[in-house]
């Protein structure tokens, strides 16, 4: 949790403290080469996205250039990979992930049209708030500051984002902790189940285990969570977890080696693991998978709402190009009318003759012997 408040304390101080002040205020801006750059390179971003969202199908040219990009991208990316491992280690994390882990009951099996009025007012409304402010800034105050003051807004989506992706890695975590130490048997409810169920419990251990009830933990957990009934469960230790808790000899003395004969204080201490962190799994699965199809159906189909016997739209996709669509706009509006500002100092100069001079080696020898008088 240091190492999260340390980050943003020192992303706070450096947008503050260096660069705010350095970023161009007055529209249109005084073009200099590397803020010519940093335009253009803005009004690429949002074309590329734009272009993702309306055909979503990789670029030959970014298939093309990653292999040059990934060290680049490895340098990058490398310490804020180290920053989300410390982050999801943290033992008070992990703690705000359990509790909410243990109330998603509550709130996985809103309605859709709850689910994405939540979605929107926690991931557009920020983006739109922030895009009004930027219009006022460029056609009205004719100066960014607005913007400037209110950025943080934009990060709350990526903070939604950011809190989802915990989720599902904390469910990763938890299948690939339990998957060697357990499998798992729903409890049969019907007749039918019942006698299946007595017949397999007379036969030996390893028939049993491999029967149609014992499900490995991921195949069980997806077995679980797409059935509607609250059927019970219980789970099948493997040695892995025996020989966690409880020595050979242990062992021995308890069950006499025998999986099937072990007592009840041993058999709890067995399976604390599994009654422990199969529920947080299986709200985690129920929630993600609900979550992730409302908003992939919410982007693109109409929905039909049988209470008020009417037809509804969630153009989600829509509204993501428009925002991207508006911000293009603005940015290609302040490049247009910037562009006479455009001047090249001394230094940006040399370095654009000495790029050139890369690209063409023998280019700038023969501009200089045809300007060399005779």
């Known amino acids: 949790m240091l190492t999260l408040l340390g980050f943003i304390m020192m992303l706070i101080l450096f947008w503050g403290q260096y660069l705010r002040p350095r970023l161009p205020r007055d529209i249109p801006f005084h073009l200099?080469?590397?803020?010519?750059?940093?335009?253009?390179?803005?009004c690429l971003v949002f074309i590329l996205v734009l272009k993702q969202l309306i055909r979503p199908k990789p670029s030959k040219v970014f298939i093309y250039i990653y292999p040059y990009l990934y060290p680049y991208h490895q340098i990058i990316f490398q310490p804020l990979a180290a920053l989300d491992l410390a982050i999801r280690d943290s033992l008070f994390i992990k703690s705000i992930i359990k509790w909410f882990a243990q109330?998603?009951?509550?709130?996985?099996?809103?309605?859709?049209?709850?689910?994405?009025?939540?979605?929107?007012?926690?991931?557009?409304?920020?983006r739109i708030l922030l895009l009004i402010l930027f219009i006022l800034d460029i056609f009205y105050f004719k100066k960014l500051e607005l913007m400037y003051i209110y950025i943080w807004l934009g990060f709350i989506p990526l903070f939604i984002r950011y809190v989802k992706y915990i989720l599902e890695q904390t469910l990763e975590d938890y299948i690939l902790y339990l998957d060697p130490l357990y499998e798992g048997y729903v409890i049969p409810q019907n007749k039918e189940q019942q006698e299946e169920w007595n017949d397999l419990h007379q036969c030996d251990w390893e028939e049993r285990k491999y029967s149609y009830y014992a499900k490995?933990?991921?195949?069980?957990?997806?077995?679980?969570?797409?059935?509607?009934?609250?059927?019970?469960?219980?789970?099948?230790?493997?040695?892995?977890v025996i020989q966690k808790y409880y020595t050979s000899n242990e062992i021995h003395e308890k069950c006499l080696g025998d999986r099937n004969q072990m007592p009840k204080d041993m058999k709890e201490v067995v399976e604390r693991d599994f009654y422990a962190l199969i529920p947080l799994a299986l709200n985690l699965e129920i929630f993600m998978t609900r979550y992730n199809y409302i908003i992939k159906e919410g982007n693109s189909v109409t929905d039909y709402d049988i209470t008020f016997n009417i037809k509804r739209?969630?153009?989600?996709?829509?509204?993501n190009i428009g925002i991207y669509s508006i911000y293009l706009s603005c940015w290609i509006y302040i490049l247009v009318i910037s562009i006479s500002t455009f001047?090249?100092?001394?230094?940006?100069?040399?370095?654009?003759?000495?790029?050139?001079?890369?690209?063409?080696?023998?280019?700038?020898?023969?501009?200089?012997?045809?300007?060399?008088?005779n």
């Open 32 to 42: 200099t080469l590397f803020r010519l750059f940093l335009l253009l390179f803005t």
């Open 103 to 126: 109330h998603l009951s509550y709130i996985t099996f809103m309605y859709s049209y709850q689910t994405l009025l939540l979605h929107f007012f926690l991931t557009f409304i920020p």
């Open 216 to 240: 490995p933990i991921r195949e069980f957990i997806f077995y679980k969570t797409t059935t509607y009934e609250e059927y019970k469960y219980a789970p099948v230790p493997t040695w892995a």
């Open 313 to 319: 739209r969630y153009p989600l996709k829509d509204w």
């Open 343 to 373: 001047t090249l100092s001394g230094n940006e100069l040399i370095i654009l003759t000495n790029f050139l001079d890369n690209l063409e080696p023998f280019t700038n020898v023969m501009l200089d012997h045809e300007n060399k008088p």
